[in-house]
């Protein structure tokens, strides 16, 4: 992607952050108790949350071995559980059906975070290096957030065609996460390692970061830093356009 194309990109990403955090606060601190959002995030796939909760944690170990493994930085990890902390308590997260927890990842070269469906969301030591400001760190999980509370990765996953004539729906329904033999399917397998590979197109990728924003200026985090952040994870990576986001 030419710079001129990037920056221009790039600018007017950051003007759709900031415009979405100026609402953001506007909206919560303007009619308390408002929340237009978790009824429209609902989005029917015939999947429970609870299978969510159980295939999202199911698909964790493979994620963080893909990165090196959980970080053994205490300071990366408390930092990262309080900003998490703050994101689902004080929030319209809390009312949502999943159990959020955030790890941090010990790959300090890739610049990146994701999401699992049911709460399970990761953040790189690499990226955490590069978000001093504490507001910046709530952008970013908070617009991993904000993919699992919009079930986009539930929603991908559903469509899947995991062999003719059967789709991640119909394994999802099936899926028995109490059931030993049911979690070891191979249909679930290749389901997870479906999941740790997806990528969000930018469609979701806007939805996750006003949803981001909103969050991060719900917890009282500066809304501009979100901004500041999705900035870095744009052009960190080379990535470009994020049509290929996480
Ligand atoms: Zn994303």
Known sequence: ?????????????????LIM???????????R???????????????????????????????AQRYGGLSADPEAR???????HDLVEKTEARRSPYDFDCHVLAD????????????????????????????????????EIGHVLARHGTQRIAETRIAPGLTGAAVLAAY??????????A?????????????????????ADRLGARL??????DPLGAAQAMRLLEGADGRGARGGGT
């Open 187 to 207: 249909a679930i397998a290749t389901l997870i390692g479906r999941l740790i590979d997806l990528r969000f197109s930018p469609r979701e990728e806007a939805e």
């Open 1 to 17: 992607m030419d710079p001129h194309d990037r920056r221009s990109r790039a600018a007017s990403r950051l003007l759709t952050v």
């Open 78 to 84: 408390q930092r990262v559980d309080r900003v998490c």
């Open 176 to 185: 028995d996460p109490a059931d030993a033999a049911s979690r070891r399917k």
């Open 108 to 143: 300090t070269r890739t610049v990146d975070a994701f999401a699992l469906p049911g709460g399970q969301v990761f953040v790189t030591a690499g990226l955490v290096a590069r978000l001093p400001s504490d507001a910046g760190l709530a952008g970013v999980l908070g617009h």
């Open 216 to 221: 991060a200026a719900q917890a009282g985090y």
């Open 21 to 31: 955090a100026l609402v953001a606060v506007a909206g919560y601190y303007g009619i």
């Open 33 to 63: 108790g408002y929340n237009p959002a978790l009824p429209a995030l609902v989005r029917p796939v015939r999947i429970t949350p609870q299978q969510e909760i159980a295939i999202g944690l199911q698909a964790a170990p493979a994620m």
